[in-house]
C-alpha cells in the first residue's frame, strides 16, 4: 500500500499549560482533499504550522509521502512537495502578476546560483509561471501589477504561487478569509476543479465550503480531533452538530 502524502503521528503541542495540539493524528491521502474544522482556538492554524515546518511540536510525527520530517525546516518540506498559501500574502504588489508567479517559481527551483543557469532553464521556469497563471485563470493578466488585482484575483495569484511549485500537497490556510460570496464561490469551484491532481489539507471557516469541497473532515475542538470523517457522517454526528456547526449546517 503506499504512504499516503501526509501522515500526523500523535502530535502534541502546549502553550505555556495550554494543550493547543492534543495528541492528533490524522492521515490525508494522495488525491484527497481534507479538511480541518474547528472553533476559534481550536488549534488549527497551530497544526498547519507543525505541518508546514514553521512551528516545533513537543511530541509526535509529521511524516510526508512516509518520510519522517518531524526535524526539518520549511523549505526543506516545500522540496518534498508541500506548498502553503494563504495564510500571510507573498504577493508583491509592486511586480506584475507574471513577476510574481515567476518568483516563486524561482524560489521553488532554489537557485542560488542563477547567473549559471542557462537561458533554456528561464525559459521553462516562465513557462510553468505563465501555466500556473493559465490554470487559476489569470492568463491574460500576466501584465498587471499585482497590486491592481481584484481580491479575489489575488487569492488566485497566491494560489497559482502554490502551484507554479508542483505541490503533491497543499496546505491551504483559511483560503475564504475576507473574500465575498461570489468570490468564494468562484475559488472553491477553481480548488474543485484541482481535486485529484493536488492533495489538499484545507483550514477553513466557511462551511458551504468545506462541506462542496472535502472527502474527509477532521473536527478540532480544544487542540484535540473530536471526529474524522465523511461530510455525510459530519453533518449527522449530534456532537459536531450541537457544539460546532449549529442547526443550519450545510
Ligand atoms: N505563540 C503562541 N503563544 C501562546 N499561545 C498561543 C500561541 N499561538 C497560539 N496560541 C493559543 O493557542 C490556541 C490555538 O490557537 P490557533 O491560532 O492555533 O487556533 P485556531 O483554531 O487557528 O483559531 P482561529 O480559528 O481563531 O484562527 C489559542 O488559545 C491561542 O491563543
Given amino acids: 500500500m503506499t504512504a499516503p502524502i501526509l501522515r500526523l503521528d500523535d502530535l502534541c503541542k502546549h502553550y505555556g ?3 493547543v495540539t492534543d495528541h492528533v493524528s490524522l492521515e490525508v491521502g494522495r488525491h484527497e482533499i481534507h479538511a480541518v474544522i474547528g472553533p476559534n482556538g481550536a488549534g488549527k492554524s497551530t497544526l498547519v504550522g507543525e505541518i508546514a515546518g514553521s512551528i516545533v ?3 509526535g510525527r509529521v511524516l510526508i509521502d512516509g518520510e519522517d520530517v ?3 525546516s520549511v523549505a526543506a518540506r516545500a522540496r518534498r512537495g508541500l506548498a502553503r498559501v494563504f495564510q500571510t500574502s507573498r504577493v508583491i504588489k509592486d511586480f506584475s502578476t507574471l513577476d510574481n508567479a515567476l518568483l ?3 524560489a521553488t527551483d532554489g537557485t542560488a546560483f542563477r547567473f549559471l543557469t542557462p537561458v533554456a532553464g528561464e525559459t521553462a521556469t516562465r513557462e510553468r509561471a505563465r501555466a500556473a497563471l493559465d490554470r487559476v485563470g489569470l492568463a491574460d ?11 479575489g484575483e489575488k487569492r488566485a495569484l497566491e ?8 505541490p503533491r500537497l497543499l496546505l491551504l490556510d483559511e483560503p475564504m478569509a475576507g473574500t465575498g460570496r461570489e468570490e468564494t464561490e468562484r475559488l472553491t469551484e477553481l480548488l474543485a476543479s484541482l481535486a485529484g491532481e493536488v492533495a489538499m489539507l484545507i483550514v477553513e471557516h ?4 468545506v462541506f462542496r469541497l472535502a472527502d474527509r473532515i477532521t473536527v478540532l475542538i480544544g487542540g484535540a480531533v473530536a471526529i474524522c470523517g465523511t461530510p455525510a457522517e459530519i453533518r449527522a454526528d449530534p456532537t459536531v ?6 442547526e443550519g449546517a450545510p
Avoid: F, K, N, W
Fill in 141 to 151: 493578466r500576466g501584465d498587471v501589477l499585482a497590486g491592481r488585482l481584484a481580491h
Fill in 17 to 19: 499549560a495550554l494543550p
Fill in 206 to 209: 466557511d462551511m458551504a465550503t
Fill in 57 to 59: 511540536p513537543d511530541h
Fill in 70 to 72: 518531524t526535524g526539518e
Fill in 104 to 106: 516563486a517559481a524561482i
Fill in 241 to 246: 452538530r450541537s457544539a460546532y456547526l449549529g
Fill in 159 to 166: 494560489l497559482a504561487m502554490g502551484l507554479v511549485q508542483a
